[in-house]
RNA sequence: AGUGAGGUGGCCGAGUGGUCGAAGGCGCACGCCUGGAAAGUGUGUAAACGGCAAAACCGUUUCGAGGGUUCGAAUCCCUUCCUCACUGCCA
């Protein structure tokens, strides 16, 4: 959520930013303007009315106490009336409150200078490329063959026991999968993040906090009887552990790790790119977490970026990184950096990691400072990205590492797994 | 799940209708004292919103949350969430 103190101090420039996301939000700005001049309005009109029936109250009391209690009876009389208009203000300044949230919550954050311009995927901006693509023989297969042939994940049983999209691991693909979530722990806690385990429920203001409510509400599964939310990412349960908290400059940066499974309702994604691993109602993903001074978030995105390559690098899968253009980029980010692998047999990029900065838009929903002052408060930049998101890795590395003897694993996987091979 | 007791500032804790943003203590900050420190001592110590572009200052709100009674609510009533204890159930 935009700030409305700055967007009334610069309307212009928050419009111009926002055509990157090629929308034309002077409309918007400006109703958010007028409701705020009638919110402040009705704020100011409200405090002076309820302060002179204060002030009658406090003379009422002082009265009686000293046995006045006709003149007392007389004040009284007197205060039926503010007290009628006080209601009705209070009325009508809930009602600026709410349709002042309602608009900034439909406004998206404002894309940084460097965000490219375009309206879809196809304009994303490769900003680098690693890894060779491997040569793989003629027999080479997308990771749903390989599985069944080597008995690693069905997809079948899940569907028995559940539904689509919630595939079942075995064997030595469990292994492979707890061996990938350690690995990734592992390599975030060594670069500073503190790890978390935290709850796979959350409830609704937690959901409001990282602004999957209200907009994205169908995304989410809902536990009805107890109006929880299943997490669709551990970004809003770690997140919004800091919910509405103020700090101090020492106690930053913060920056946290989690793994949690995903649920993703994904209504309305069918077809050939679901097929397999590449979308799915039940995920695991690592998740790494910053909450920064907001002088350091750019720095602190650009950290995050290489702390991926890092990891991926060391798997030796072939990758780009892709600067989202304005179309593509997410509502509440300023700059999202996409990491995608090559799956060699499916001759397509997979997506394994989104890395944000979402500047003040998630902090003001949180309410979530520092102490900048003596007598001043500011919000925070939070940031966010998979390090990493497992299933399309494990696509990634069953095709990419296929060979006529089976799947090869890893090197750095190979402690962590107990084995070299999948055969 | 049942019964009982609670939820007050950074923390502990007093406060059952008015002068209570809230005693007292701890902590913290600054000063005095000291060669330096401890001890002692003095002062200060919430946030949000509005007046306002900002400071000073002023106003409003906030005692788990939401409603109600009242001229006036931390205090009384209702609803709800949470915590603790015992009982039940259970990995």
Redesign the pocket.
Known sequence: ML???AI??NKEAFAQALTKRNIDAMPMLEQAIEV??R???L??Q???T?????????????L??SGKAQE?NE??AQ??E??ESS?NLAEQL?TAQNDLQELLYNIPNVPQESVPAGSTDEDNEVVEEHGAVPVLDEQAQPHWELVKKYDIIDFELGNKITGAGFPVYKNKGARLQRALINYFLDKNTAAGYQEMQVPHLVNEASGYGTGQLPDKEGQMYHVGN?DLYLIPTAEVPITNLYRGD?LEEKDLPIAMTGYTPCFRREAGSYGAHVRGLNRLHQFDKVEILRIEHPDKSDQALDDMVSHVKNILDELKLPYRILRLCGGDLGFTSTLTYDFEVYSTAQEKWLEVSSVSNFKTFQANRL?L?Y?A??????LLHTLNGSALALPRIMAGILENYQTADGIKIPEVLVPYCGFDMIQ
Do not use: Y
């Not at 309820?50 to 003379?59: A, C, F, I, M, W």
């Not at 002052?373 to 500011?378: F, L, R, V, W």
């Open positions: 700030q409305i103190a009334r101090e705020d001049e919110r402040r309005s704020q100011a409200l405090d002076e309820l302060s002179q029936s204060n002030k009658l109250s406090k003379q009422i009391g002082e009686f106490k007392a004040l009284k205060t039926g503010l007290k209601k809930q107890d103020l309410k400072r102490r002052g003596e007598k001043q408060t500011e």
